[in-house]
């Protein structure tokens, strides 16, 4: 039962564009929703989190945008930079509890 | 910047035998987490434990494993006879508060299992 899921496992575009990757859950109890980057060879890295009571937060470069109806969330890198090259994962929490994770999207920023 | 230590980076055993994962958490952090990811799928959660007992684990973590804080700075992940489908890599996290502030994750460690 996959109940957190990045449907598209890479992602390129090219350096100063917007960078958008997505991640769709299943179950409407989970009320927290993180990002994580990875780099090869690290663990993940903790980017930005949103509640499922806001629909948007934003950090530097990074926003996380909540669409609880659709069950969607997105993460917009802008700029994106050749350093953001990275696997990212999205998960979702309930009531603080354990972390459920996507499977991961690849993003490749091209110079 | 505080990281999260894992030793060792890689752990190669027999099936049967018993491995030991160890971690050094953040030291003001009060939660600790194992999670692992088998190569080509997704990280996956195992246990969380905080004050001195487990909070929460999945179903993948049985009998076999067990964790332990023996002195209030490591962190560890025992597995007591491993099997060949135990090879992953294992992450152990670490967060000052509760799940939704995010997980300080350490490098990992890479079991195989022959």
């Known amino acids: 039962d996959q109940q957190v899921k990045q449907n598209s496992p890479s992602l390129s575009v090219q350096e100063g564009r917007i960078s958008i990757l997505n991640c769709d859950y299943t179950?409407?109890?989970?009320?927290?929703f993180l990002w994580y980057k990875k780099y090869p060879a690290e663990g993940p890295t903790f980017l930005i989190s949103?509640?499922?009571?806001?629909d948007k937060n934003e950090d530097g470069r990074f926003t996380v945008f909540l669409n609880k109806s659709a069950k969607h969330l997105s993460l917009h890198i802008v700029p994106s930079q050749p350093g953001d090259s990275a696997v990212y994962f999205c998960?979702?929490?309930?009531?603080?509890?354990?972390?459920?994770f996507g499977d991961g999207t690849t993003l490749t920023v091209k110079p | 910047e505080p990281e999260v230590t894992q030793t060792p980076s890689h752990q190669v055993t027999q099936m049967g035998q018993e491995v030991i994962l160890r971690c050094v958490p953040i030291s003001n952090h009060l939660y600790f987490y194992w999670y692992r990811q088998i190569l080509g799928q997704k990280v996956e959660f195992l246990v969380s434990?905080?004050?001195?007992?487990?909070?929460?684990k999945s179903e993948i973590f049985d009998d076999q494993f067990s964790v332990e804080r023996p002195d209030g700075s490591n962190f560890t992940l025992k597995i007591r006879s491993t099997k060949l489908e135990d090879s992953a890599m294992y992450f152990c996290a670490s967060s000052v508060g509760q799940a939704i502030y995010g997980y300080t994750f350490g490098s990992g460690t890479r079991l195989t299992v022959v």
């Open positions: 998960a979702a929490l309930i009531n603080a509890g354990k972390s459920t």
């Open positions: 179950n409407s109890m989970f009320d927290y």
């Open positions: 949103i509640s499922s009571i806001k």
């Open positions: 434990f905080y004050n001195n007992e487990i909070s929460e």
